[in-house]
């Protein structure tokens, strides 16, 4: 093997695994927040499901990050093991669209795209044609990669050990499943270990026979993207990497008993090897999802006896606002309180959890932070929405006042969620660049965390109990936070001047600092409206 074979495929390799970055990036680009509005308005139908994931999987190009996003919103609580399960199965089917792309001869068109893609990203001013153009380009790199695989290919065609190895793979295609998941779970994409597939059957190196046992490897291998990022994961995470593995397997089990059948039906799709390659990626995963759709049910348990423990799912939205009793203000108004309080407890379990992910490095508990700071904007604008409307019905003097007390709760309770998002992103920018707090400002933080945590905790608590006594506790404590993060700052600075500190890490400590006296400030805010919310209650 040369060194222009190895140069030529890792090379191709590199600008098809470009290509589908482009094309992702710009996909997704155009379709704006689409991929979270596809995510939530799934049901427990697992057919809406499927769907979903197919849709997801086409924008993002990669079954491998719809699994990840899956598993993100998993431990986030926003998705239930059973709506999980049915996006990877969507997924599976999403995937093998860019196997289709592929399988055409479109390589006269491939720099043309490159060119005009190029001259429209560079030259128009509105943002879509923009992504457009990144659309176009991505398309170009995609044939270019595959064409540049393609003719590094070409001298293993008199290679006597290639061929051996071919032949074997032919008579026993347990070794073609068995490498081309190896393969796939080494480059981490199906979609360019069927690109490669693709590529050596354009060469004439594998027939139909010997390519449909790598096609069904590949299916195998994708799953170990998955299996690495559930590691540290919640219970459901886990289990929804496990059982997309345990449904790909029981895939390619079935497929293999019917092994000759499905490579004869697989002849018949098409007049090319390319072509009948990518017909039989789609007809495995298509056909597959709907013989094991109903078997779900059974998945689950198997899934839940392995990996034991409770599920915990958030729902994105409000739970207890119901616009039937918007006639009747006082019921309606109790109905916001739940929400409120639902809002609270979100926001102070994020709290608790991101000094965690500070001073841990946990990148898992960031990502589970600004999903949840999501919620916390969807519940918040659901409120807002839903007062306005009851905003609009004859209401007493009293119900007015409770009213204004609530929306400005809910506004509190949103901007607590963005102060802990910020927050989140400093402890990103801290794993990234590598910046080490001392010791003295991680015993700092927790300080200054737990009395921001232990306000916040009592203005919810007091909304939840109404509790006037409590909201006053926190009303009385605001000063001292203020005087904690003024001393804290101050000393750090001064640590500073003497460069005992990293300047770096300690702008983000600064910040950080900022961010909690903001969210104490909001928790004594929000305990102001708890007490004229209750005392209005009492007159």
Do not use: W
């Not at 506004?411 to 963005?418: I, K, Y």
Request: some cysteine; proline content about 3%; hydrophobic content about 45%.
């Amino acid at each position: 093997m040369n060194l222009s074979l190895i140069f030529g495929l890792i090379g191709g390799l590199g600008l098809f695994l470009f290509g589908m970055q482009q094309l992702s990036e710009g996909l997704q680009k155009i379709a704006g927040n689409k991929i979270h509005q596809v995510l939530e308005v799934l049901s427990k139908n697992p057919i809406k499901g499927i769907v979903s994931g197919t849709v997801i999987t086409a924008i993002l190009q990669s079954s491998s990050a719809t699994s990840i996003i899956t598993i993100g919103f998993v431990n986030a609580g926003l998705l239930s093991l059973k709506q999980a399960i049915s996006i990877i199965f969507g997924a599976n089917i999403g995937t093998t669209i860019t196997a289709q792309i592929i399988s055409f001869n479109l390589n006269e068109y491939m720099l043309p795209a490159i060119g005009i893609g190029f001259a429209i990203n560079m030259f128009a001013k509105k943002k879509v044609y923009q992504y457009i153009g990144s659309v176009m380009i991505g398309f170009g790199l995609l044939f270019l990669g595959l064409s540049t695989m393609s003719h590094a290919l070409y001298p293993l065609r008199d290679d006597p050990f290639f061929i051996n190895l071919l032949v074997n793979m032919a008579d026993n295609p347990l070794l073609g499943i068995f490498l081309a998941a190896v393969i796939t779970a080494v480059l981490q994409s199906s979609s360019a270990a069927t690109a490669i597939i693709i590529s050596l059957s354009i060469q004439g190196l594998i027939g139909l026979g010997a390519a449909i046992p790598l096609i069904l490897g590949t299916n195998i291998g994708t799953c170990f993207t998955a299996l690495l990022a559930v590691i540290g994961s919640s219970i459901t995470g886990k289990r929804v990497a496990l059982g997309h593995l345990l449904f790909n397997i029981s895939g390619v089990i079935i497929f293999y008993l019917f092994l000759n059948p499905f490579i004869t039906l697989s002849s018949m799709t098409a007049a090319t090897i390319p072509r009948q390659i990518a017909n039989a990626h789609t007809l495995f995963n298509v056909t597959n999802t709907f013989i094991l759709l109903p078997f779900i049910p059974y998945l689950l348990k198997i899934l839940t006896r392995v990996l034991p423990g409770e599920e915990k799912v958030i729902k994105k939205g409000t739970l207890y606002l119901d616009k039937s009793l918007v006639n009747t203000p006082s019921i309606a108004l109790g109905q916001v309180t739940k929400e409120l309080i639902r809002m609270g407890n979100i926001s102070l379990e994020m709290l608790k959890n991101i000094l965690f992910a500070l001073l841990n490095n946990n990148e898992r508990i960031i990502k589970d932070t600004n999903i949840k700071e999501d919620v916390l904007d969807t519940i918040h604008r659901e409120i807002t929405s839903y007062l306005i409307i009851v905003s609009q019905k004859p209401l007493s003097p009293k119900e007015s006042e409770s009213l204004n007390n609530l929306m400005n709760i809910s506004a509190h309770l949103e901007r607590v969620g963005d102060h802990i998002e910020n927050i989140a992103d400093m402890a990103q920018i801290k794993i990234n660049e590598k910046l080490p707090f001392s010791q003295k400002a991680e015993k700092d933080l927790k300080y200054i965390f737990s009395k921001v945590e232990k306000s916040l905790g009592y203005s919810i608590k007091a909304l939840h109990d109404h509790n006037i006594e409590m909201a006053t506790v926190v009303t009385k404590r605001e000063d001292d936070i203020d005087r904690v993060e003024e001393s804290l700052r101050n000393e750090h600075i001064d640590r500073l001047k003497k460069q005992i500190c990293n300047p770096e890490a300690g702008i983000i400590y600064i910040d950080i600092l900022s961010n909690l006296e903001r969210i104490g400030d909001h928790a004594y805010d929000i305990s102001l409206m708890v007490i004229g919310e209750l005392s209005n209650s009492r007159e």
